[in-house]
């Protein structure tokens, strides 16, 4: 009898690991590790050329979403854009940015946690707008745009980095992430519902 039980009990289990539905639903986790400027804007020239040494002033825009279109230029007023999305304060003199467990002049944490909704079919964009703001002597100018296009069949728990668009010694970006399902969800993207049950539909655990 205990073996008729048994094999019952895998065959349900079987079944239910294979039962796909369209909607997956997950937490996608990434960690903006580091930024760096190489103290120049856009045009090349130096953010600060003084004396004291040539040092930007970043404030950043940082956002995500997931739907990936190759043919349209993605910005932070984009739509589709996931929240939350990220306006730091400044950085002052600092041309390679830490930033840590929070984002400076914010209260969001890093690594920052985006739930994924019913169009997410693993691919996402991420772009970091970054200027320099010396606050009094010039209006900000732009430093460099980072876009960076990922899937979560490439999640890695170790640095990735990303230059920028800027052509004359682009800026860098290091980050890296991760994907976890929500419970009772399973599979690669989420999309494979499987329910701990115990009643007439059938008995098994986990």
């Known amino acids: 009898m205990k073996s ?15 039962t796909v539905v369209t909607v997956g639903t997950g937490v ?19 953010c600060d050329p003084r004396p004291r040494g040539n040092r930007c002033d970043p404030e950043f825009e940082i956002c995500l979403r997931y739907e990936n ?7 932070c007023s984009s739509p589709g854009v996931v929240s939350p999305q990220i306006t730091t304060a400044r950085y002052d003199d600092n041309n390679n940015v830490e930033f840590g467990r929070t984002f400076r002049g914010t209260t ?29 002597r010039f209006p900000p100018q732009r430093i460099d745009t980072v876009l960076i296009e990922l899937t979560v069949a490439n999640a890695s728990s170790t640095s990735l980095t990303f230059q920028g668009l800027r052509n004359d010694t682009p800026s860098e970006a290091a980050i890296s992430f991760s994907f976890t399902c929500d419970t009772d969800y399973y599979g690669s993207l989420c999309t494979v519902y499987c329910l701990a049950q115990d009643d007439t539909s059938g008995h098994y655990t986990r």
């Not at 944490?109 to 079919?121: I, L, R």
């Open 108 to 136: 969001i944490s890093n690594p920052v946690e985006y739930a994924t909704d019913d169009q997410f079919d693993g691919n996402f964009e991420v772009v970091i707008d970054v200027v320099d703001d010396d606050a009094v």
């Open 28 to 46: 996608l986790s990434v960690n903006y590790e580091s930024f760096n400027t190489r103290g120049r804007r856009i045009n090349g020239e130096p």
């Open 69 to 75: 279109n190759n043919n349209a230029l993605f910005n």
């Open 4 to 18: 008729i039980i048994l094999i019952y009990s895998t065959i349900l289990l079987i079944a239910c690991y294979h």
